[in-house]
Structure formats: C-alpha cells, structure tokens
C-alpha cells in the first residue's frame, strides 16, 4: 500500500503544473486514502481478516471484496462502510466462507484408508481428488485424466463403503 501511495505522491510532483492531470491525481490519492481508511477501520473490528479483504475506491464508489465468516458480517461490513461520508455507494462483492466440515474418528478412518487406495492406485492424480460423507454416501469430487481413472476411484470407493 505505501508503494502505492509514493507512486502517487510521485506522479502529483510530476505533473504539479498540468490542470487535468493534476486533478485526476488528486482523484486517485483521495480514493487512495478513502479505500485505506476503510480498510483500516474494518480490520479495527474483530470480524474482519485483514488479509483476506479487498477494499478498491473509484470515484467514492467502494468495491468490498473476500471472505467473511458470516452474513452478518457481510451486512456489517457495508453498513460501516456507508457510515464514512465521501462513499457515494458500496457494491459489496463480500463472499460467505463455507464453514469447514468437522469429520468423525471412522469418517477419518475411512477418509485416510481411501486417500491411500487413491494414492498407490492413481499417483499424485490422487491430491486432485476430494472425498466428502453426505450422511451414509461417499461423495468424491475433482479431475481425473482418463475414464479408466474415475472407474477406479469408484471401485476403490465401493470396496471400502462397508466401513460406513
């Protein structure tokens, strides 16, 4: 972010005596600041992640972007937003994070022994496989090269759908 505001600074000495330029560079730095002030103060508040969180500014338009943990922190996000008075309007672009399923001693048991099937069967082919449990269903997700590979991860699959 400072790279960005001594490129700013940079181009306003640059161009100091040229009128359109000039005022299109204070444009810019005003957005600058506004989108960093923003950013800043949502990360003040707990629910935000600093990383994960993308505040652009273009013509007093923000732009909200990442993930947050909930819709009410969505909602949070740009109501606190709203509240700074150069923000003309707010397109929140703000995305739920999926909560993170939370697996069974046996779920993991029969996660791992699948997992390693996969793995002697298909090679690093394998890491571009998920496997979920949906009740008493094995649910195996991603890429596979050839028909002959998914034909095995399922054969795999079945052969080990007993554990459940």
Do not use: H
Request: with cysteine; hydrophobic share 45%; glycine share 2%.
């Amino acid at each position: 972010m400072k790279r960005y505001f001594v490129l700013i600074l940079i181009i306003l000495i640059t161009i100091n005596n040229c009128g359109e330029a000039k005022k299109e560079a204070n444009l810019i730095l005003e957005d600058a600041v506004l989108s960093s002030k923003i950013k800043t103060e949502l990360t003040k508040q707990n629910f935000l992640n600093f990383l994960k969180l993308t505040v652009i500014s273009k013509n007093k338009i923000i732009t909200l972007d990442g993930e947050v943990k909930s819709q009410d922190e969505k909602i949070s996000a740009e109501i606190l937003t709203k509240k700074f008075p150069e923000v003309k309007s707010v397109i929140n672009k703000l995305k739920i994070a999926q909560e993170k399923k939370i697996f069974s001693n046996e779920e993991i048991i029969i996660l791992t022994k699948i997992k390693n099937n996969l793995f002697q069967e298909l090679g690093l082919n394998a890491f571009k496989i998920s496997i979920d449990f949906k009740e008493k269903d094995i649910i195996l997700k991603g890429r596979v090269k050839f028909p002959e590979e998914k034909k095995l991860a399922q054969k795999i699959i079945s052969e080990n759908a007993f554990c459940i």
